[in-house]
Antibody, heavy 124, light 108 residues
Framework: QVQLQESGPGLVKPSETLSLTCSVS????????WSWIRQPPGKGLEWIGY???????SYNPSLKSRVTISVDTSKNQFSLKLRSVTAADTAVYFC??????????????????WGQGTLVTVSS | SSELTQDPTVSVALGQTVRITCQGD??????ATWYQQKPGQAPVLVIY???NRPSGIPDRFSGSSSGNTASLTITGAQAEDEADYYC???????????FGGGTKLTVL
């Protein structure tokens, strides 16, 4: 079955760039959207952005100036870069597969598969 | 503040029915999706679209919508249903995703 696994440094210094990769195993990255979502300790979920396997992206407006999401179909991976981090960026970061379902009148998306999450702490 | 509003806490007696709600103007146009999250775990999809359950989700979970409010109903709540529940949907622009603040469900 398809599995997602986040990887990257667990500690990042303030003002530096947070970089994470999500590896997709057991299935192809093609024909799906792929999302990054984060959760500060003890708080709720926050959508960061998503990328289609072809490379088109959409970002949370509140993070857009600092975020880049990219995809490497040859490695079946997608990545997150968050620049100029502060302590407020400390969170568990999840990657998730986003599926699309269309009816005769509309399309909608849902995150049907999630990685286990990785805690990233921003501290000097 | 989130464009989707959820009650922070809800409780239900074991075996009873509970409704968890998600309010937002965008829900007049777009479906809400519901996730269950237990402590230390990743969220799990429980309801998507009009009222669809992924394989493995018990049929005591159901979804509905009216006006600007989407609801997740658990009919006959079990102890293992105690968890945080989140909704997500498009924002008012339709271009981005937004999560509700989450509801902590306690099964008494």
């Amino acid at each position: 079955q398809v599995q997602l696994q986040e990887s990257g440094p667990g500690l990042v210094k303030p003002s530096e760039t947070l970089s994470l990769t999500c590896s997709v195993s057991g299935g192809s990255i093609s024909n799906y959207y792929w999302s990054w979502i984060r959760q500060p300790p003890g708080k709720g979920l926050e959508w960061i952005g998503y990328i289609y396997y072809s490379g088109s992206t959409s970002y949370n407006p509140s993070l857009k100036s600092r975020v880049t999401i990219s995809v490497d179909t040859s490695k079946n991976q997608f990545s997150l870069k968050l620049r100029s981090v502060t302590a407020a960026d400390t969170a568990v970061y999840f990657c998730a597969r986003t599926s699309v379902h269309c009816t005769t009148t509309s399309c909608y998306t849902f995150r049907d598969l999630w990685g286990q999450g990785t805690l990233v702490t921003v501290s000097s | 503040s989130s464009e989707l509003t959820q009650d922070p806490t809800v409780s239900v007696a074991l075996g009873q029915t509970v409704r968890i709600t998600c309010q937002g103007d965008s829900l007049r146009t777009y479906y809400a999706t519901w996730y269950q999250q237990k402590p230390g775990q990743a969220p799990v999809l429980v309801i998507y679209g009009k009222n669809n359950r992924p394989s493995g989700i018990p049929d005591r979970f159901s979804g509905s919508s009216s006006g600007n409010t989407a609801s997740l109903t658990i009919t006959g709540a079990q102890a293992e249903d105690e968890a945080d529940y989140y909704c997500d949907s498009r924002d008012s622009s339709g271009n981005h995703l937004v999560f509700g603040g989450g509801t902590k469900l306690t099964v008494l």
